[in-house]
Structure formats: C-alpha cells, structure tokens
C-alpha cells in the first residue's frame, strides 16, 4: 500500500509547491496572463502552474521507471517526448511561438510515440462487438499504416483541443483527473493485475499532480494552467490511452467516452465555425463551455457541471462498455455522445463571431 501512497502523495505535494512558487514569481518569469477581450478572466493572472504537473510526472514517471520496470527504455523516450512538448507549451506561455512550431511538435511528438509504443491493435471493434460491419480485431480491410494515420491526426487533435478546452478555472484539471482515475479504475476492474504495473501507477501519480494543482486553480483561480500544462497533460493521456489499448485493459470505446465533454465541444465548435467561414484557428470564446460560463454568471457552475456530467453519465457508460455490453461498444458511444454534441449545438457552439475576423490570440 505505501508504494502506491508514497509516490501519489509525493506527487500532489510537488505539482503544489511548484505550482505556489510559480504564483509568486510570476511577474519575474513573464508568466502573467493579462486579459484581452478574448480572456474568461478580468485581472492579470499567473499563468505556467502547469510546470508542477510536469515535473511531478517526470519525477513519479523516472521513479516507477526504475524501480518497477527495470528501466525500460521506452519509458525513458515518452519522457522525454512529455518533456519535449512541456518546454514548447513553457516556451509559448513566456514568448507567442508560431503555431507552425507548436503543430509541428505534436505531430513529431505523436509519431515517435507511436513509433515507440507499436503493436497497437489495427482493429476498431473487437471480435464479440455485434457491429459486425465494421473492422474486427485482426485490422480487417485496414491496413496497420491506415490506423496509425488516424491515430496520429487523434492524437494531435487531443493535444489541441485539450488545450482550446483550457478557458476556465479548473475545467482542464477537473477532465484530466478524471479521465486518468476512471481509466485507472476501470483497468483494475477489467484486469486487477494492471495494479502492480508502472503505468497504471504513473495514471495514479499524474491525476494526484493535477489535484495538487487544482488547489490553487479552482475557482477563483490564483493560477491557470498553462500551455506548459495542458499540453503536457494532453500528451500522458495519449500515451496512456495507447498503453491501455495495447495491454487490453481498455479500448478505444472506453477511452472516446471517457472523453466526450471535451470533443464533443471543441468538435462542433470547430465543424461551425468552418461552416461560417470564421478562422477557426484564431481565438474566439464560443466553446459551449464559455458561453455557460457567461450565462451562468461564473466559470464554476460550468466546471461542477463537466464533474457531473463526467461521473453520472459518462463513467457508467464507460464501465457498461467494457463489462456488461461490450458488443454494443460503439452504440454506447454515440449514446455518450448525442446530448453533448445537441447540448453544444443548442447553447450555440461556434456561432458566428461578428468583426471577429482581426482577433488573434488563442483558443
């Protein structure tokens, strides 16, 4: 029990106090975030408290690395790929990078993971799934290279619309622990060996890096994230969704559910600002999630509103994807998704942006 404690409390501790120096020295690091008319907020506030997530889970990562799995040396590459990406998210919030750059390191980043971790199944359904249209576990008509493609452009997708989904206080971290606790659980459940396993203890150690963090982000926040974190943090969920996928602990299914708050939102915020012919890659504030937080009068309500949403609905469709109707995995999907991607529509989600077209900025 205490080598599952020891790292989780040692990793909360880190990604606190980091994130607590941060707040204090943010003026000298250029880490301040003043508000725009793009902002959620309204005063100059600290920006970079992400750098204690990452370097909890850099330090909790090498830890397990080491002492539980005997240094293998693809874990020592997602390391440093996690650092990679971590230093440009760090390097953006001191000084704007060009978003060629920032692309251009998620793709490299995506790829050498993929590259690192392969064996991925090419299939999207497994072999008792009653879609029996689709491609079953042994890739089907889907070439392994065809699955690879997609998973790369998902993969780099996440990373970005993780990090246009980083508007208020506290909606990042909240999604984050919970995807990494329920994948977590649900692992252990399936597979109750995945315990004693350095990835499924490094999930543990990086949802705990992200509620040491929380302290100091819930609303209202003294710290945001930054693009240092929600890269970051964009990044290990990647690796661990692929880790788990390829374990057999979970499958793609579990995962999309476990994600549906934030692509659903960012998706159909997308796909409508593209039907406008708006720049959909310049800053706006029409995510569903922003224009609740103005409706509602405050970037709390939204933020319990996703825990809810988070735990009530989609954790128990997850579970019943994996345990009790498997073969009816993709249907549980889309039932996931249909009141997320109407509730969107409804509140207004990438609604046009009236002499937007000369804002700049980020999502």
Known sequence: M??????????????????????????????VDPPNHRSSHVAPTPRGGGLGIVLAGVVSGSWLVLAQASGDVRFFVVLVLSLLIAVVGLWDDIRSLPAIVRFGVHVAVCG???????????????????????????GGVFGGWIVSAFLLLAGVWWINLFNFMDGIDSLAGQQAVFMLVAAAVL????????????????????????????????PPARIFMGDVGSTYLAFMIVFFSLATV????LGYPAWLILAAVFVADA???????????????EAHRT????????????????????????????????WVCLD???????????????????????????RREYGSRSSKGTG
């Open 2 to 31: 205490m080598e599952l404690l020891l790292p989780v409390m040692i990793s909360l501790v880190v990604a606190w106090g980091v994130a607590a120096w941060v707040c204090r020295r943010a003026e000298y690091l250029r880490l």
């Open 112 to 138: 050498g993971l993929l590259v690192v971790l392969g064996g991925l199944p090419v299939g999207i359904v497994s072999d008792k799934s009653a879609f029996w249209f689709l491609p079953s576990a042994d």
């Open 287 to 318: 995510h569903a999630y922003q224009l609740l937080a103005r409706r509602l009068g405050g970037h709390r309500p939204v933020t319990l509103l996703a825990v809810g949403i988070n735990i009530f609905w989609l954790a128990p469709l997850a």
């Open 267 to 281: 998706t159909v915020t997308l796909l409508r600002r593209m039907g406008h012919g708006e720049r959909w890659h």
């Open 246 to 249: 390829r374990a057999g602990w």
């Open 187 to 218: 692992s252990f459940f399936a597979h109750p060996a995945a315990a004693s396993h350095p990835v499924w203890l490094w999930m543990l150690c990086l949802a705990a890096a992200t509620v040491g963090f929380l302290f100091l982000n819930w």
């Open 324 to 350: 009790v109707l498997p073969a009816w995995e993709w249907g549980l999907v889309g039932l996931a998704y249909a009141p997320l991607v109407l509730g969107s529509v409804f509140v207004g989600a990438g």
